[in-house]
């Protein structure tokens, strides 16, 4: 679907993207992350024809962005984080110009923007000025733009900026739904919104691809070890701490501060392993009640700070 090969990209001595490589294919939602500066906004432009690369290549379905510029543009629903939109006319004359522009033909275009007006929630505000709308309503608007020609291709920037919490898991279920069909690009800085919605991440700093895979992949790669938490109720006897310690593949084990006979632990173990049923056993057979035992694991936002601190 989508093809980068080497791109490279400079705006005078300044390279903000540096050789970068992947692959997108049809019907995958992609967080696309990545620091101020870090190239992500200027490769998207490049995808959606906006910039020429310096070097390289930008292939959709096969065609190349610099030979084929105006195709590779019908192909994508572009949603920018400032969306530009025309503040002194309405919701429903906006969505109509938009698809005139689109070529969208007219026997089609009352039902694209019924549909559009569906998706979006827009229904209640079609006859009010944009200037008059809040931030949340700027922002559905744009989203219905950049389907209005029901593209293959949707590059969505902080679509859920503005939005009330509900609002939010109305669009972030609207994205699955469109992933089903088409492919996304959610390029956020919000990282819990890329767990919840995406597939798989890319990450870019100083023009580099850093990390690319599925969310496992990202957290396997990233950690050294693995943890696990513990909460168990003791009597008297052994602190639980020396019965933890022999058990295999424990590297380290940390004190929480609890109250009462409670105690609880969080235990780092190897990368890989899964210690869980030895420390079960070693629970039944010392007397302890084991209130709770479970894996941490390491958040998309720890990864992303790993990866681009430097």
Not at 130 to 146: E, F, P
Not at 275 to 293: D, N
Request: charged share 25%.
């Amino acid at each position: 679907m989508i093809k980068i090969n080497n791109l490279t990209k400079y705006f005078g001595e300044t390279k903000a993207v540096d050789g970068i490589d992947f692959e997108i294919k049809k019907g995958e939602i992609i967080g696309f992350l990545g620091p101020n500066g870090a190239g992500k906004t200027t490769t998207v432009r490049v995808i959606t024809c906006f910039l020429a690369p310096t070097s390289g290549t930008v292939e959709i379905n096969g065609l190349n962005v610099i030979d084929n510029s105006l195709e590779i543009r019908r192909k994508i629903g572009y949603l920018p984080e400032n969306t530009p939109l025309y503040h002194d006319m309405n919701v429903l004359e906006f969505l109509r110009y938009m698809a005139e522009l689109r070529k969208i033909p007219k026997l089609e275009q009352n039902s694209r923007i019924k549909k559009m007006v569906e998706i979006s929630g827009l229904g209640d505000v079609l006859g009010k000025n944009i200037g008059t709308l809040s931030k949340g309503y700027n922002q559905r608007v744009g989203l219905a733009q950049a389907m209005i020609h029901d593209p293959e291709i949707l590059i969505l920037d902080e679509p859920t900026s503005g939005l009330d919490p509900n609002q939010i898991v109305e669009i972030r279920n609207l994205i699955k739904q469109l992933g089903r069909e088409k492919t996304v690009i959610l390029c956020t800085h919000i990282l819990p919104e890329v767990q919840a919605t995406c597939n798989r991440a890319i990450i870019i700093n100083w023009g580099k691809i850093v990390a690319d895979g599925t969310m496992e992949e990202l957290i396997t790669a990233s950690s050294g070890s693995e943890r696990i938490f513990i909460e168990v109720q003791i009597g008297e006897g052994a602190d639980p701490m020396d019965k933890l310690r022999t058990l295999k593949n424990i590297q380290e084990i940390a004190l929480i501060p609890s109250a009462g006979s409670t105690k609880a632990y969080r235990l780092e173990t190897k990368k890989g392993t899964d210690p869980r049923e030895s420390i079960f056993k070693t629970a039944v057979e010392s007397g302890w009640t084991l209130l709770e035992m479970r894996r941490e694991r390491t958040s998309l936002e720890q990864i992303f700070r790993q990866l681009t601190m430097n």
